[in-house]
């Protein structure tokens, strides 16, 4: 069958990147100490740990919103289960989720998995859906997916670009984090 959705293949190749990256990131961060991971160091989120953090509620708040319109739409996505969008009510997007290192990598690599089977299993002309949601504020929001989709992929990329920049300060550099890295 051919997929006639014109994104569909650069969000799976976003995907495969994005799981890619994290990887990357969280081998990196290794090899900080616990206090050195959760120490303050002037970002948005403050702590390398907390930018972290902020991405697996960055994503889990879009892929629940991701799965409700496929839900609108009569798809109901396989990878993305209770255990993936278990976002506790009440959580903002500086709630710190995870506060033990190894259950936040844990959770990141869960996250990325379920992105990749997502965007693979995700059915022709998804991205053209129009999502309806409430944003973090209660605005309510219509739009195409597509649109949601870019910003989910590009939020990732920019708060890995300040984990990067925090590890560098922190004397770990993480390598080649260039998406033209994966073209083979």
């Known amino acids: 069958m051919v997929d006639m959705d014109p994104f569909h293949d650069n969000y799976r190749f976003l995907a495969q990147y994005n799981q890619w990256f994290n990887a990357r990131l969280l081998d990196a ?34 892929l629940k919103r991701f799965y409700q319109c496929g839900l609108d739409h009569g798809w109901q996505a396989p990878g993305l289960d209770d255990a993936v969008l278990d976002l506790p009510p009440g959580t903002t997007l500086k709630s710190v989720l995870f506060e033990d290192w190894a259950a936040l990598r844990v959770k990141r690599v869960q996250m990325d998995a379920a992105i990749r089977q997502w965007s693979d299993d995700m059915p022709d002309g998804f991205s053209q859906f129009t999502m309806r949601y409430a944003n973090s504020v209660g605005t309510q929001r219509e739009h195409p997916v597509w649109q949601a989709m870019t910003h989910f992929f590009n939020h990732q990329t920019h708060h890995r670009g ?7 300060q922190a004397g770990v550099d993480p390598g080649v984090t260039d998406l033209i890295a994966l073209v083979q």
Do not use: Y
């Open 162 to 168: 300040q984990v990067t920049a925090l590890l560098m």
């Open 29 to 62: 961060c290794e090899s900080l100490t616990d206090a050195q991971r959760k120490q303050e160091r002037g970002a948005f989120f403050g702590s390398i740990h907390h930018t972290i953090n902020h991405l697996v509620v960055g994503d889990q708040v879009w």
